[in-house]
C-alpha cells in the first residue's frame, strides 16, 4: 500500500488574495463544491478574523461541504482562534490553521519579538485550536528563511501541543527544490515527536519552482501539499493543483504516495475558479491550458495518431477535457437545464430565480446553437453578479462605427430604477462604449486591465470579458459575457463599477502570507 497524499486547496483564501480575485460568499460556495466533487481532501476557506463577509463565507462552506475538512486560518492570536472556531462550529469535519513568523526578518521587523516568545504564542494557539478540533494545523510563516535549529524547536513545541500537521511554507518563493527537500528530510529526521504529525508544504511561486519545490518536500517524506487551482495566488501565485496531483499520479514508478481525487473533474473546477476570479487560463498551461494537449507539429501528429503515448503522457480524458462536454440547445426543457446546473454546482434559491436564470438561457440559446458547460459557467456567474451586486444595470447600447468615422457610443442604464443615458466617441467601439458608461456613472476608477477570451469555439461563441479597475489602492475584477464582445465589454465594466459601491470589508479578507 502506497501512502496517501493529502491535497490541502487554498484558491477561496490564499488564491483570494490575488489583486481582483476577491469573491462573494456564494461564489466560495460555488468552488467548494466544486473541490468536494473534485475530492480535495482540505479546503482552506478563508480567514474568518479577516472581515465579516469572510467570516460569513467560511461560514457558509462550512454548511454546504460535507466529504472535505473545511479549514479556516488564524493567526496565533485568541480573538482570530475563536473566530475560526465560531465559523467552523457547523462543518461535518473542521480544522483550525494557525501561524506565526519563525525568520529573523520577521520576527525582529514584523513581530519585533524574540524567538521564545514565538514559540510561547504558537504553543498557545495550537492549545486554544484543540478547544474546537482535533485537527489543528501549524505553519511557521517564511520557514524557507528560517533557521533549522529554531524551526525544529517550535514543531517539537506545537506537536506537544498537539499540533497534528505541521506545513512548511516557502512564503516568498525563495526555495531550491534540492535545497527545500533537504529541509523538509532534515525536520522529519531531527525532530524526537515527528511521526505524531503529518509534514506539509505550501510553496509560492516567485521563481517558478512552487510546483518543483512542493514535489521536492513529498519525495522527502511530506504527506500533504497545499496547492490553488491554476497556480492562484498573490504575487507569482502558489503551486497549482493540477500540476502536482497529475505529476504524482503520472509518476507514479517515483513517487512512493498517491491521492484520491477524482481528477476528471480538474478542468471543469479550473474554468469555474477562471470564470468566477476573472483570471484567464493562459493556452500552453500543463494540464488546464486550451493548447495542453493539442499537436501542431506533423511529426507529434503522425506520432500520436500511430500511438497516443509517443506524444502524451496522459489522456485529456483523465483531467476531463473530454467529460465536462454537455450540449443543450434552444430546445433543451427547464428539467434537463436545472439537472445541469446542479451538476455544474448551481442550486437554485427560488423558483423565481430558476425561471430568471432559464430565461437567461433561452435568450442566450436564440444567439447560440449549441450552449456548452463552459457558457453556463459563464451565465451562473452572470446571474450571480445580477443577484448579488447590480445596482447599475446595462438597458441598452447602441454603436456606430465606420471606417474613417470616429466611433460613437450611446447607453441607457438603469440606476437605482431610474434611466439614464450617456454618449461618448472614442477609438472604437469598446472605447466608445466604455466611456459613454464612464460619463454616466463617473466612478474615477482607472481601468487597469482589459482581456477578452473566447469560452468557446465558433464564430458564435461568447466573449467572456474581464476588465480590473483600481481606486484608492482598491482593485475589483468585473466579468461579462456575450456573444458581442462589445456588450460583453460594458457588461464587465458596469460589472466592476458595482462591486467598487461594495463595502470593502464585505469583500476583501486581510493579507495573510502563509
Known amino acids: 500500500m502506497k501512502d496517501k497524499l493529502i491535497i490541502f486547496d487554498t484558491t477561496l483564501r490564499d488564491g483570494e488574495q490575488s489583486p481582483g480575485a476577491s469573491m462573494t460568499r456564494d461564489e466560495k460556495v460555488r468552488i467548494a463544491r466544486a473541490l468536494e466533487r473534485l475530492k480535495v481532501d482540505v479546503i482552506e476557506a478563508g480567514f474568518p478574523a479577516a472581515s465579516i463577509g469572510d467570516f460569513e463565507a467560511v461560514q457558509a462552506v462550512a454548511n454546504a461541504v460535507k466529504d472535505s475538512t473545511?479549514?479556516?486560518?488564524?493567526?496565533?492570536?485568541?480573538?482570530?482562534?475563536?473566530?475560526?472556531?465560531?465559523?467552523?462550529?457547523?462543518?461535518?469535519?473542521?480544522?483550525?490553521?494557525?501561524?506565526?513568523?519563525?525568520?529573523?526578518?520577521?520576527m525582529q521587523m514584523k513581530l519585533k519579538m524574540q524567538p521564545e516568545q514565538?514559540?510561547?504564542?504558537?504553543?498557545?494557539?495550537?492549545?486554544?485550536?484543540?478547544?474546537?478540533?482535533?485537527?489543528?494545523?501549524?505553519?511557521?510563516?517564511?520557514?524557507?528563511?528560517?533557521?533549522?535549529?529554531?524551526?525544529?524547536?517550535?514543531?517539537?513545541?506545537?506537536?506537544?501541543?498537539?499540533a497534528t500537521t505541521l506545513n512548511i511554507p516557502d512564503t516568498v518563493g525563495y526555495s531550491i527544490p534540492q535545497q527545500f527537500g533537504t529541509t523538509i528530510a532534515n525536520l522529519i529526521e531531527r525532530i524526537p515527536n515527528s511521526d505524531k504529525a503529518i509534514f506539509s508544504v505550501h510553496c509560492h511561486n516567485d521563481l517558478g519552482l512552487a510546483v518543483s519545490n512542493s514535489l521536492a518536500a513529498v519525495m522527502n517524506g511530506a504527506r500533504q501539499v497545499e496547492c490553488t487551482i491554476n497556480g492562484l495566488g498573490e504575487r507569482a501565485g502558489n503551486a497549482s493543483l493540477e500540476e502536482v496531483v497529475m505529476a504524482v499520479r503520472?509518476?507514479?514508478?517515483?513517487?512512493?504516495?498517491?491521492?484520491?481525487?477524482?481528477?476528471?473533474?480538474?478542468?471543469?473546477?479550473?474554468k469555474l475558479v477562471s470564470s468566477i476570479t476573472g483570471f484567464p487560463v493562459q493556452p500552453n498551461?500543463?494540464?488546464?491550458?486550451a493548447n495542453a494537449f493539442a499537436h501542431e507539429s506533423g511529426i507529434h501528429q503522425d506520432g500520436v495518431l500511430k500511438n497516443r503515448e509517443t506524444y502524451e503522457i496522459m489522456r485529456a480524458e483523465d483531467v476531463g477535457?473530454?467529460?465536462?462536454?454537455?450540449?443543450?440547445?434552444?430546445?433543451?426543457?427547464?428539467?434537463?437545464?436545472?439537472?445541469?446546473?446542479?451538476?455544474?454546482?448551481?442550486?437554485?434559491?427560488?423558483?423565481?430565480?430558476?425561471?430568471?436564470?432559464?430565461?437567461?438561457?433561452?435568450?442566450?440559446?436564440?444567439?447560440?446553437?449549441?450552449i456548452f458547460d463552459e457558457d453556463l459557467q459563464a451565465l451562473i456567474s452572470e446571474v450571480s453578479i445580477h443577484a448579488e451586486e447590480e445596482s447599475i444595470e446595462l438597458v441598452g447600447l447602441r454603436v456606430c462605427s465606420e471606417t474613417g468615422e470616429v466611433p460613437k457610443a450611446h447607453v441607457t442604464l438603469r440606476i437605482d430604477n431610474q434611466e439614464i443615458t450617456g454618449e461618448a466617441e472614442g477609438s472604437g467601439a469598446v472605447d466608445a462604449s466604455l466611456k459613454a458608461i464612464e460619463s454616466i456613472v463617473r466612478s474615477g476608477?482607472?481601468?487597469?486591465?482589459?482581456?477578452?477570451?473566447?469560452?468557446?469555439?465558433?464564430?458564435?461563441?461568447?466573449?467572456?470579458?474581464t476588465v480590473r479597475l483600481e481606486k484608492g489602492g482598491r482593485i475589483?475584477?468585473?466579468?461579462?459575457?456575450?456573444?458581442?464582445?462589445?456588450?460583453?465589454?460594458?457588461?464587465?465594466?458596469?460589472s466592476a463599477v458595482n462591486k467598487l459601491q461594495i463595502p470593502e470589508e464585505r469583500r476583501h479578507p486581510q493579507k495573510a502570507d502563509v
Open 321 to 370: 477535457w473530454s467529460t465536462n462536454r454537455m450540449v443543450l440547445g434552444k430546445h433543451s426543457g427547464r428539467n434537463a437545464f436545472k439537472s445541469r446546473m446542479t451538476e455544474l454546482g448551481f442550486e437554485f434559491q427560488s423558483e423565481q430565480e430558476l425561471n430568471d436564470t432559464f430565461f437567461r438561457f433561452k435568450q442566450l440559446a436564440d444567439k447560440k446553437h449549441e
Open 70 to 106: 473545511v479549514c479556516g486560518l488564524a493567526r496565533a492570536l485568541d480573538k482570530d482562534i475563536d473566530r475560526a472556531g465560531e465559523a467552523l462550529k457547523s462543518a461535518a469535519n473542521s480544522r483550525i490553521h494557525t501561524f506565526i513568523a519563525t525568520s529573523p526578518i520577521h
Open 118 to 162: 514565538v514559540i510561547e504564542y504558537a504553543v498557545r494557539a495550537v492549545k486554544r485550536a484543540r478547544q474546537y478540533t482535533d485537527n489543528v494545523e501549524f505553519s511557521p510563516e517564511d520557514a524557507g528563511r528560517s533557521d533549522e535549529d529554531f524551526l525544529c524547536r517550535i514543531l517539537e513545541a506545537v506537536i506537544d501541543a498537539g
Open 250 to 270: 503520472t509518476r507514479q514508478d517515483i513517487f512512493t504516495c498517491e491521492t484520491d481525487l477524482d481528477t476528471r473533474e480538474i478542468v471543469t473546477c479550473s
Open 445 to 465: 476608477a482607472t481601468l487597469e486591465l482589459y482581456s477578452v477570451n473566447n469560452i468557446t469555439s465558433g464564430t458564435d461563441a461568447q466573449g467572456e470579458v
Open 476 to 494: 475589483v475584477n468585473g466579468l461579462g459575457a456575450d456573444t458581442d464582445i462589445v456588450i460583453a465589454s460594458a457588461k464587465a465594466y458596469i
Open 285 to 289: 498551461k500543463a494540464i488546464v491550458g
